[in-house]
């Protein structure tokens, strides 16, 4: 007897996007059901331009924590930052369970040992099927630009969600485990209620090319080169890291690694058995010098132009091992990520500043993107055939082409809900809605130690710093007569350069004393009223000098 | 008798870049004999994430100042920001005559009126020769996304010197005037010494497509929609606007324009006619309600996102006139400058938010670019076959792809100069070469009125307050005993939300104090010493506490 589940009153399955909507990182949802709520998935994202001094923003915990017992376990699709970054914050929280592929999991092992804290990590095979309270999920198989990924088919008291995670279509992945089509097309035959899907690259045409074709013209530049080469790529690309290191193991090369964070996962890797590195091929970065040209191959990160990074440092000459030398051949295996043109550029410039030859994706395809294109992504609208839709993993833009790509595939468009952080879908039997519940969302600076603390009058303040710097006003006031006995005395920071702009300083002290005369003469004697009119004396006469606004701070001390 | 000029001692051509090599932006050539001096163009650039508060960058001009009596003129290759941009700062300092073409001129004047300057111009057409001091420029027609673009042929006692200007090669421009390839072509069958060349699309492989095919994309989008249409492009690019407003007219739509610039430039440029708009098409952008959707187009500002743009601030809903609503078409015709993808995105992302269709160069062919890319390149080279050439207009890595270009046709590489801003190369006859001469070339910050007085202490200041913000400590001391008498007093800005971290001052105000206590009871008296130990003590408070690094700074104030 099912009548109960399809009355109108039954417990509805909500969706809550987290993170991962109307942005490129901190990849996060939440499913609810009466008492069970899980999480896929718990990404960082990093700062904007305009989010000063931040490390890094993560999403927002309230709502798990508000309802930490219903809280039965996490299920991660794989292993990059923008899905597991955030974890460590969340763990401070609530010690929940989590889920994942190997080397996921290894990858949050790393992560938590930073950190000092010890998760419950329950390690699963692509295929597996996990329970997470009423959750049934059967893990898929999937490619990205990381091994191990999966995409999740989760059973739910309303349907089947199908959830793609990060995903393309390898047809020849490097380690010859494609998607497994059979199971999504099994999964479209069964009927799927909702399907959250990847829409980073929803606005390119056509196709993502296989991770086989930046081996092909790996090999076509390691054949023609005499020259040492380098070459920068991310660390979590371990397909890539293993193509690189067949490459020179096939023209006769040795390789070294550098780089704290290549070093570590290509550790993890071997010690899991995602990377197989031959004896006698790995030496020491720092013991390169006496192995000739052609025959060394070094790995290392970088390749996002990161100002610390290891290529960074081999680019501007503060690397200890690795000196550039003319002829040396830099070979970037990646893109810039939106934001970082600047900065990879930077780099570019600099390498081949220093004599040496630079491929960088602009100039040879030795990149491939992890994310489907739109051909991909119509693969498996069609394969998987879902009922309603909801685009995720994008800023708006890219949410809002791949709406039109399931509407074009004949989605109605009443079927696809493009969300926001925060809100929430309704899943009953055969629909899905969108409500006008909504839980916390915004995006959660850290900074240091401070998670959540840095909020928008301290941007701001930081900000109007970065402008224009600030100038002080100091004096000191006598608490029987109110009078000043000090001062007023002017310090700036970030201002002009003081010993070259004396007058002008000296000029802005004497306008301010005048103004405190003036005020005084007029009977003024309560703080606030001298801190204002001193605030604005300076902001109008530097305005006026200079053009410029910097902050204007007075400070009054009683004596 | 030629005698002397071939002599070792003969005085050398000299060519000195002043700006524009390993940047985009703030071109400017300086070429000197003897006495004379010339200048090709003086632009500006923009600063970059580093140069906090910054508005512009200008050239540095000391040496030309400091031969104020050689200069003898100046002439523009065409009316871009980073070609004319800076001329108000150098007349500040030398009015000198300056050529170019009306286009050209009109954009310098309408900038010298903003800065209260008369210049002197002289206005050329494309093919007129002009005489400054001993060079004899002949002006070659050349197409570019700005209209009435030059090339110069330079005609120097060591040689003749080709200077590309900006260029791109379209055979089919929109005022009908592609370039004069028969005049290049005997040059260079006349002998080219050295040829300067436009880099910036240097990587690009194959051509860049005409200013037609946009045309086209627009008539295809104008033609299937009813929707109202806003397009933002460079209001610079005349023709661009040209071809909106005659497809606005094929498809009997009414033209509005909006945005400071886009009105000044139109305005010029129907006054010079350079843009023609038909009668009864121009209705004002403050009377557009009454008129259908369908028959109305809205020319504006903000392609590249900038923030007080005309269309950022109807993405925003802070536009007056305009506001954007479901089913507006939104034609973004441009690509991001490079360093601007992230403010452009979120234009993007604005406008789709608000229900409206968005077309970017991402998704349609709405943008080509205004340089030559690899093959045209080539043809250039070809048709000049200059001996000597420098690559110019470009970051590093531009100049040395178009270095390799020239390479791979057949020049000696030791033919091929890149220098650095400053440097200088000797031209005599049949040689040139790179010296170990250089002129101050360093770039000149821009900040409000102030040229130059923001320099590195500054902006390092700048970047630290921002990162962490500050934190004061405040104390007055009296001048008998040498004991502190009030204070000490905590105050911060862009540190932490003081109301929600009372506990974290205050203990930081406790350990100062602590730590001034100690310092007293150790006999220390003098204020460096004590300042010293203050800033040591709340660093290491701070950080321990925060792991964070504030800007630190200590004021005392003697009662």
Not at 294 to 320: D, N
Not at 440 to 466: E, H, Q, T, Y
Not at 516 to 539: M, P, S
Request: net charge neutral; proline share 4%; glycine share 8%.
């Amino acid at each position: 007897m099912k009548i109960l589940e399809n009355n109108k009153g039954a417990s509805p399955v909500k969706v809550i996007p987290l993170g991962g909507l109307n942005e490129v990182g901190k990849n996060m949802t939440v499913l609810e059901y009466k008492n069970d709520i899980m999480i896929i998935d718990c990404g960082l994202s990093f700062p904007d331009d305009e989010m000063f001094g931040i490390d890094i923003v993560i999403p927002d915990f309230s709502y798990l924590i508000k309802n930490r017992d219903k809280v039965k376990g996490m299920i991660l699709t794989h292993g990059h930052e923008d899905h597991i970054g955030a974890i460590p914050y969340l763990l401070k929280e609530l010690n929940l369970p989590i889920y994942g592929t190997r080397l996921t999991l290894g990858l949050v092992e790393n992560k938590l040992k930073e950190h000092g804290i010890k998760g419950k990590l329950n390690t699963i095979k692509a295929g597996q099927t996990v329970k997470i309270g009423e959750f049934k999920i059967e893990t898929i198989r999937t490619t990205h630009s990381i091994a191990d990924a999966i995409c999740l088919a989760i059973d739910t008291p309303a349907g089947m969600i199908f959830h793609t995670g990060d995903f393309k279509i390898d047809y020849t992945p490097l380690d010859g485990e494609p998607i497994d089509f059979q199971k999504l097309a099994e999964l479209g035959n069964k009927g799927v209620l909702l399907m959250l899907g990847d829409s980073t690259n929803a606005e390119r045409k056509g196709y993502t090319a296989s991770e086989k074709t930046v081996g092909v013209a790996l090999e076509n530049i390691f054949r023609g080169s005499e020259a040492r080469i380098l070459t920068a790529t991310f660390s979590s690309n371990v397909h890539r890291v293993q193509r690189i290191i067949d490459t020179a193991v096939m023209f006769g090369r040795k390789v070294a690694i550098s780089g704290r964070s290549m070093v570590n996962v290509a550790n993890l890797a071997v010690e899991l058995g995602y990377l197989k590195i031959p004896e006698n091929v790995l030496v020491d970065i720092n013991k390169t010098k006496n192995i000739p040209d052609k025959e060394l191959v070094i790995i290392t990160t970088g390749s996002q132009g990161e100002p610390m990074s290891a290529l960074s440092r081999m680019a501007s000459a503060e690397h200890k091992a690795i000196q550039i030398k003319k002829g040396d051949m830099v070979i970037l295996s990646s893109s810039p990520v939106p934001g970082n043109e600047k900065t990879v550029s930077n780099v570019v410039n600099k390498l081949f500043e220093k004599g040496a030859d630079v491929i960088y994706s602009d100039i040879a395809d030795i990149h491939v993107s992890g994310h489907a294109c739109a051909e991909e992504l119509k693969l498996v609208h069609s394969l998987i055939k879902p009922k309603y839709f909801m685009p995720v993993h994008g800023e708006y833009r890219h949410l809002r082409q791949h709406a039109l790509i399931a509407e074009n595939l004949g989605m109605p468009t009443e079927n696809i809900h493009i969300l926001e952080n925060g809100q929430v879908l309704h899943l009953t039997k055969d629909r899905v809605v969108k409500t006008k519940e909504e839980v916390p969302a915004s995006p959660v600076l850290v900074d240091g130690l401070g998670v959540g603390d840095v909020g928008n009058i301290v941007l701001r303040d930081r900000k109007l710093l970065s402008e224009s710097g600030l100038i002080i006003v100091v004096a000191a006031i006598e608490k029987s007569t109110g009078m000043i006995c000090s001062g007023p005395d002017i310090i700036s920071r970030g201002f002009v350069y003081v010993r070259e702009n004396e007058d002008l300083m000296k000029s802005a002290r004497t306008a301010v004393s005048a103004r405190l005369d003036k005020c005084y003469a007029d009977g003024l004697r309560d703080w606030a009223g001298l801190k204002n009119a001193v605030k604005d004396e300076l902001k109008n006469f530097i305005y006026e000098k200079t053009k410029r606004s910097p902050v204007i701070l007075p400070i009054f001390l009683e004596v």
